[in-house]
């Protein structure tokens, strides 16, 4: 093989291991070793996800910090906990791409700045959910969101398997 062949075919075997660790699990918001599952808790957002995020309120020494649960979720020991909701809005933005104009057509051309508007979520919210306080159950798996109505609900999806 190619020197070249081998750098062009380095990055199809690396992302794999790269993004395999626990990239792509739930985090962990209980203290101590790891437990079985029957023991555990998962609790992630089903409705929602960019627009509508809920965070849950986990103890960190002494303080208080909010936690986002996305798809993945979060697994928590079982036992009451408290949960925050906020809503956003789309808003459109204006940023500018780069794009060739040409002065003398098959000839020359230059880069000019392009304005475009693009939709992305706002920096502030709009609205936010009072604290609800919610009892969940070892080996269950919960889905949460915010509702339209302002408030945040709850539901079994299942067994954490």
Do not use: N
């Not at 995020?53 to 996305?70: Q, T, W, Y």
């Not at 940023?95 to 304005?115: D, H, K, L, W």
């Not at 706002?122 to 609800?132: I, L, M, N, Q, V």
């Not at 159950?137 to 398997?161: H, N, Q, R």
């Amino acid at each position: 093989m190619k020197p070249k062949t081998i750098f062009l075919m380095l990055p199809v075997f690396l992302f794999p291991l790269l993004f395999s660790g626990c990239f792509f699990h739930p985090e962990k918001l209980y203290p101590g070793p790891e437990r079985p599952k029957q023991d555990l808790t998962l609790i992630k957002q089903t409705q929602y996800y960019d627009l509508r995020p809920v965070f849950i309120l986990a103890p960190d020494e002494g303080s208080a910090k909010d936690i986002r649960i996305d798809d993945l979720g979060v697994i928590v020991s079982p036992g009451t906990y408290i949960f925050r909701g906020q809503y956003y809005h789309y808003v459109t933005r204006e940023s500018s791409r780069i794009v060739t104009a040409t002065v003398i057509p098959g000839e020359s051309y230059f880069p000019v700045m392009q304005p475009v508007s693009r939709m992305v979520i706002a920096d502030t919210p709009y609205r936010e959910t009072g604290d609800a306080q919610m009892t969940v159950k070892a080996g269950f798996t919960y889905g949460i969101w915010c509702t339209d109505e302002g408030s945040i609900a709850m539901k079994v999806l299942g067994p954490y398997e």
